[in-house]
Nanobody, 118 residues
Framework: QVQLVESGGGVVQTGGSLNLSCVAT????????MGWSRQTPGKQRELVAS?????LSEYADSVQGRFTITRDKATIYLQLKNLTPEDTAPYFC??????????????WGRGTQVTVGS
């Protein structure tokens, strides 16, 4: 079974930075799109950033220009800069698991908390 393990969350002040990591462990054939999402209380889950196997990335408007997603095979990183309290949330790593001769399906990590103080 493949698992996604996040790390790098923490507490920072407004304007600060953090670096998140997500590594896929276990047995898997291929992971297609990978990304990061967050969910704040009272709001829907938000896709923050995603990246393809070829390195093409997309960002939510709310983080464009402040967050950067990168990928090294089955590990992805999210660099967070110029953080504000509105960025406070658990951040979840996810991936499209593509087993051979079968349909792809989404897998999710347990999340890492990002807290930004004012």
């Amino acid at each position: 079974q493949v698992q996604l393990v996040e790390s790098g969350g923490g507490v920072v002040q407004t304007g600060g930075s953090l670096n998140l990591s997500c590594v896929a462990t276990g047995n898997f054939f291929r992971l297609n799109m990978m990304g990061w999402s967050r969910q704040t209380p009272g709001k829907q889950r938000e896709l923050v950033a995603s990246i393809t196997t070829g390195g093409l990335s997309e960002y939510a408007d709310s983080v464009q220009g402040r967050f950067t997603i990168t990928r090294d095979k089955a590990t992805i990183y999210l660099q967070l800069k110029n953080l504000t309290p509105e960025d406070t949330a658990p951040y979840f790593c996810h991936a499209q698991n593509a087993p051979p001769l079968s349909y792809e399906y989404d897998i999710w990590g347990r999340g890492t908390q990002v807290t930004v103080g004012s």
